[in-house]
């Protein structure tokens, strides 16, 4: 169990300081509030921008899954779903997503899940707030 604990806490706080460096280099992209820029444009590259950074925490802890299964032994994805790491990438979209479809894994993993899934509403949030201060900066009608 301190195994599990010590590689999600792990994971937690490396997912959460890459979201923090992926913010602020973006604020630092961001053209100036005086500058003329298309507001289009920026909306959509910020949110393509965010949307890449989702799926590589996903890979992440996708990663992490798959070595807590397969090499640490933590436990698995149940019976039905195989141990491919296309198995555990799906697995950590649903959980990440708080979609809660995917098979309810066993051993350790099922804390992994649980911390995952309060990471990605928490990522998801903060993503969807940046993304609104973004549309709302420096909007002018005549920029479009």
Not at 44 to 51: F, P, S
Not at 111 to 125: D, P, R, V, W
Request: aromatic residues 14%; proline residues 2%; negative net charge.
């Amino acid at each position: 169990m301190l195994l599990s604990i010590v590689l999600t806490v792990f994971l937690v706080l490396t997912v959460v300081a890459f979201r923090y460096w992926v913010m602020s280099q973006l604020l630092r992209l961001l053209p100036d509030e005086d500058e003329v820029h298309s507001h289009f444009f920026r909306s959509l590259t910020v949110l393509i921008l965010l949307v890449c950074a989702h799926v590589v925490e996903i890979l992440y802890f996708a990663a992490g899954f798959y070595a807590a299964s397969i090499w640490l032994d933590l436990g698995s994805l149940g019976d039905s779903i195989g141990n491919e790491f296309m198995d555990f990438f799906y697995h950590s979209a649903v959980t990440y997503s708080s979609l809660g479809m995917s098979e309810i894994p066993t051993g350790h993993l099922r804390f992994m899940t649980a911390l995952e899934s309060l990471t990605g509403i928490i990522i998801l949030t903060w993503s969807a707030t940046f993304f609104y201060s973004v549309m709302g900066r420096n909007r002018r009608p005549d920029c479009d």
